[in-house]
């Protein structure tokens, strides 16, 4: 891998947030360090926040519901913020909403459990973003497939240990990824894992 000495790592400890700063043209790398992590991603446009990375402008956008190498996620505004420079996952969700205190107590009966609604607000606190302010996310490596009748089907992601998806920042963006803390069902192999974040100006190899 090219040095890069303005490279900024940020480990995501499993079931909490991080925030990260981008500036436009730096490379932002997300990945699943052991394997089968999911990492609920935001971002908002630096300059102007009340513009953020939008999953269902994109999915009009590329007119799919899959992302891949060459594509670019547009923000609220449709304007491009992130374009995917390679990806060896290849499966990751933008249709499922951030799972958050409601999702544990209505459908497992548990409260006070970590989840990415709260994970996401208290990463992005500095920054002036509230809850409200955090929309449907990303979910990087989430595997929520859809059977032949139309089901939404939640299962185990694909990933290996140090598979990634790299991004380039199409503008000054701050941004936030939750390691998925939700262990009642296998979107995580029922394993809660660390995701690292890495900003840089070099594409790594």
Known sequence: MPRDASAVEIIVPGGHGRAFEARRGQIVTIEDVEGQQIADLVAFNADEPGEWL??????VALMSMRIAAGNVLVTSRRRPM?????????????????CDPSRYELFFGIEGHRNCQDNLTEALAPYGVDRVQIRDPFNIFQNSPTSPEGALVLVAPVTKPGDRIVFRALMNIVGAV?????????????????VRIRVSDVEPC
């Open 54 to 59: 939008s999953p269902s402008h994109t999915r």
């Open 82 to 98: 992130l374009q995917v420079v390679r990806d060896t996952a290849g499966v990751h969700d933008f249709s499922v909403p951030a």
């Open 178 to 194: 939750s390691a998925c803390p939700q262990d009642f069902l296998p979107v995580n192999g029922f394993r809660i894992t660390d």
